[in-house]
């Protein structure tokens, strides 16, 4: 039987099923039932395998702009909900759309309805003036601007042209109905991109009315999707990315993005920039360019890291500090004070021989210069930020994009909860209104839960140190009392295991506590009801921003500027809640402890989230296609492929930016403590560029496309982490890391002219007479010995002044606030320079913006005073004609 005969036998098969209530009756038996089931599958593979990739609707010519899902609801509501669809879609008819319906016999899973949506030419011209779309007028003669970048030192890293500039530029204009012989419209039906009607579409969508309930107006897709009336709601892809589409379909953008894009094996490779902006829309382009830019910069700054590390590689051998503490004659004969009460015995210095050596990877000459370089490089890269944004600016028509289009638009949320109206002192028109007394409880219980949050990460970081202390003492008695552990303990110190299982709990905390805020924080940022969308971003940006940098960041800042600060000495220790002694830094200083903690903290949240980003759509793609019955996504139509991919959300690209500010915070923050911080974050961005570029292109839907002109709220945190890692480079250097107390016994304290580091480790330790301790503190063992040493400036026991902080401390204190003041002032200097130098705007930027509104300028007087001629000669032409029929009448 042809395949032509077999769908007319089911469509007779339906027609006599609807007339024939005795046919009808005779069909459910089983055998026809499954001979009905294998003729419809039958006929529908070979449908769908004609059809799979279309776009279109049934007639082949309306493109489908947006498609609308849902599912029969057997509860209480399905009456409700079925008279909400009915009404919206009657709503959307009336707004001049075309609506084409798929019934769920024709689905793939027999339950699923899908409503497909087509913009008409005229309602895209409608709306393209409401929103201001900027189309084409003429094509340009002003070269594009092909500057050499770290892009393309080499050939290559270059993609083909047609990928990289897939449309050639125009001179655009904002659209205007009366003016439309004015642009470049060859076809009507690729005339405004699919990006371009799909954000229009969206439009229509969220204000589209469905009805008046509890006396209130109700519109929008949102609250459909909310209150479950429609099941998803999404722009199609535009064809399948691993194979071009077939005419009659549109180029397959899809594919050409995922060929080019979205291959891990192109990560050498420049991003099809303008392609991306084409396809997914300007704001999802203009992030692209921002994590590309910042990893091209970051190459920078990875390559002087990298060369500081291997500095300290190549001089770890020569440093006099870890050769005496690794000298059986000198730090072998020193006898340290117990670590921890009691159950702590004495220590020779020693044992720390393998950790002083680490040390010194991180905390040398170069340290210093590293922190300033930084300072100098965050600075240099927002400066050309400014700089290729606004380059962006212009190349994406976005120079007199006003952010009130689209941002400061009215949120149809906000408009249905408003009761009241006011007038807008501009427009003069009666807006929506909220009074600031119905807000109050929302912001009070939003800052409530913000402050207990933050309070929750403070609080679970003091049950880590808590942690870290209590452990501290078993490590340390069980790894001196096992034997087996002697092999070890030159490389696995009780410090090194206590700061290493300590950085992982705290790793697995940050991400627990990180988890259940993101929910909470949406959930409070809705309770507020924003007025705007710029409104709800800002709003929620600060939420999120404050909680991470204190549950990311606070640990960090423990170590670095707090433990082993105020420690206190032998017999006058200082206890946490009374209990804890307060933790000490090794006798090298507490930065390999801040380098530990950064790296695992870092590098665990950078793979943690390459893993999720990557695995958690293909595991729920996998499982909607395992749930479909042909369970192959090559056999069922285009809307029922992107139906079963990942939603992106409203807040995807909100999570992308605030994972790369963290990131940027770890780079900036603490990398004098941690120089190979850079080209972690290099060696990351180069796979999250493409994991990102192949999760959109294949694993999620196509999300709504959304205009931008630049990183928006992103760019001020940006810049004040910018400050505040100066500070906090230069207390890390100062404070945490040990080349201030060197330098000053290298010019005021040295006795040895050939040697001046010599004999800096036990002058940097002080003496404890054993018979001044308390004796709930001292070790239970008696010892022949009569002192111990511990790290700090004080007198001895036998001084007058014993156990005070002795002259060569101050020197010391004075010596690391110079630092920090002088550190600071130097770099803020050449950050201020070098602002004041960089233009915001470059010049030929500024000459191109200029030159291009004076032509467009000129095309519109031309083309108002051709048509100004025409008006008037068709007049003249009609007054004639009118005065020669008088003349004939009279």
């Not at 070269?143 to 042209?161: F, H, N, W």
């Not at 290729?388 to 006003?402: C, G, H, K, N, T």
């Not at 294949?698 to 910018?722: C, E, F, N």
Request: proline residues 5%; contains cysteine; neutral net charge.
């Amino acid at each position: 039987m042809g395949d032509p005969d077999v769908l007319e036998m089911v469509q007779e098969k339906g027609r006599r099923t609807s007339r024939d209530p005795d046919y009808a009756s005779h069909i459910n038996d089983e055998p026809a039932k499954r001979f009905n089931l294998f003729l419809r599958r039958r006929v529908l593979f070979k449908r769908d395998e004609q059809s799979k990739d279309s776009i279109f609707f049934r007639d082949g010519i309306r493109q489908i702009d947006f498609v609308l899902s849902y599912v029969d609801d057997i509860k209480k509501e399905a009456e409700l909900k079925a008279e909400r669809r009915k009404i919206f879609e009657q709503n959307l008819r009336k707004t001049g759309l075309e609506l084409e319906t798929e019934d769920k016999r024709n689905s793939e899973d027999g339950r699923t309805y899908f409503v497909k949506i087509h913009a008409p030419w005229e309602v895209l011209v409608t709306y393209a003036e409401v929103l201001g779309v900027k189309m084409p007028i003429k094509e340009t003669e002003i070269p594009r601007d092909e500057k050499m970048s770290l892009s393309y030192l080499a050939g290559p890293v270059k993609l083909p042209r047609n990928v990289k500039h897939p449309r050639p530029e125009y001179f655009t204009a904002q659209f205007s109905r009366n003016r439309q012989e004015l642009f470049l419209i060859e076809d009507e039906s690729s005339f405004f991109p699919s990006s371009m009607r799909n954000r229009i579409v969206y439009y229509i969508l969220s204000r589209c009315p469905f009805g008046v309930e509890d006396g209130k107006k109700r519109f929008g897709i949102e609250r459909l999707l909310t209150s479950h009336t429609y099941s998803s709601a999404y722009p199609l892809h535009d064809g399948q990315y691993w194979k071009p589409s077939e005419p009659p379909n549109p180029v397959n953008e899809r594919y050409i993005l995922r060929q080019n894009w979205a291959r891990f094996s192109y990560f050498y490779k420049e991003q099809p920039l303008d392609l991306i902006r084409n396809y997914f829309g300007e704001k999802f382009g203009i992030y692209f360019v921002f994590l590309g830019f910042y990893t091209e910069m970051l190459t920078f700054a990875a390559v002087v890291g990298l060369a500081c590390f291997i500095y300290g590689l190549l001089s770890m051998s020569d440093t006099s500090s870890s050769t005496e503490i690794c000298d059986p004659l000198i730090g072998g004969q020193i006898i340290m004070c117990p670590l921890c009460d009691f159950v702590c015995d004495y220590w020779r210095l020693n044992t720390t021989c393998l950790a002083s050596q680490v040390s010194h990877l991180f905390d040398n000459e170069s340290t210093v210069f590293f922190a300033i370089f930084m300072g100098i490089w965050v600075t240099l890269f927002l400066e050309f930020w400014k700089q290729r944004q606004a380059r962006l600016e212009y190349e994406w028509d976005l120079v007199d994009f006003e952010e009130e289009q689209q941002q400061l638009q009215l949120r149809p949320e906000f408009e249905a909860m408003c009761t009241h109206r006011k007038m807008n002192p501009v427009t003069k028109e009666m807006e929506p209104y909220m009074p600031l007394c119905s807000r109050l409880p929302w912001y009070f219980l939003s800052g409530a839960t913000v402050t207990l949050w933050m309070s929750l990460v403070i609080a679970c970081m003091v049950a880590v140190i808590v942690y870290r202390l209590s452990v501290f003492a078993t490590f340390a008695s069980f790894m001196e009392s096992e034997a087996s552990l002697k092999q070890v303990k030159s490389f696995l110190t009780p410090q090194i295991t206590t700061s290493l299982t300590g950085s992982c709990l705290n790793f697995i905390v940050i991400l627990i506590l990180n988890f259940f805020y993101e929910k909470i924080s949406a959930w409070i940022t809705k309770m507020e009801i924003p007025r705007t969308y710029q409104e709800y971003e800002s709003s929620l940006t600060l939420k999120m921003f404050l909680f991470q940098f204190v549950n990311f960041y606070s640990s960090c800042f423990y170590v670095a500027f707090f433990k082993g600060k105020f420690v206190g000495y032998p017999g006058k220790y200082t206890y946490l809640f009374n209990v804890w002694r307060s933790e000490e830094c090794d006798p090298g200083g507490c930065l390999i402890e801040l380098t530990t903690q950064l790296t695992i903290i870092m590098t665990g949240k950078q793979i943690f989230g390459n893993i999720k980003e990557a695995i958690y759509p293909l595991i729920l793609n996998w499982w909607r296609r395992r749930k479909a019955r042909t369970n192959s996504e090559k056999l069922y139509s285009r809307w029922e492929q992107d139906h079963d991919l990942e939603t992106f959300g409203s807040l995807g690209l909100f999570y992308e930016y605030l994972e790369t500010v963290i990131q940027f915070g770890f780079v900036t923050l603490f990398v004098a403590s941690f120089p190979l911080a850079p080209l972690l974050a290099l060696l990351n961005n180069i796979i999250e560029i493409r994991v990102d570029a192949w999760k959109l292109t294949t694993q999620y839907r196509r999300p709504v496309a959304a205009k931008a002109h630049s990183i928006g709220v992103w760019q001020d945190i940006l810049y004040g982490m910018a400050v505040l890692s100066v500070a906090t480079n230069a207390f890390i250097v100062a404070f945490t890391s040990d080349i201030i107390p060197r330098l000053v016994y290298y010019y005021a304290y040295s006795t040895d002219a050939t040697e001046p580091m010599k004999g800096y480790i036990n002058n940097s330790l002080s003496t404890f007479l054993i018979a001044d301790f308390p004796n709930h503190t001292v070790p239970s063992e008696k010892r022949d010995f009569t002192t111990c040493r511990y790290r700090d400036y004080r007198f001895p026991p036998d001084h007058d002044q014993k156990y005070f902080h002795n002259m060569q401390y101050w020197h010391v204190l004075a010596a690391k606030m110079t630092f920090i003041i002088v550190m600071e002032h130097i770099v803020f200097l050449v950050k201020f320079l070098l602002a004041w130098m960089i233009p915001d705007v470059p010049k030929d930027v500024l000459e191109k913006i200029k030159r291009e509104k004076l032509i467009t300028i000129k095309i519109l007087h031309d083309f108002e005073l051709n048509k100004l001629k025409e008006n008037l000669r068709t007049s003249s032409a009609e007054f004639s004609k009118r005065v020669m029929i008088q003349e004939n009448q009279v």
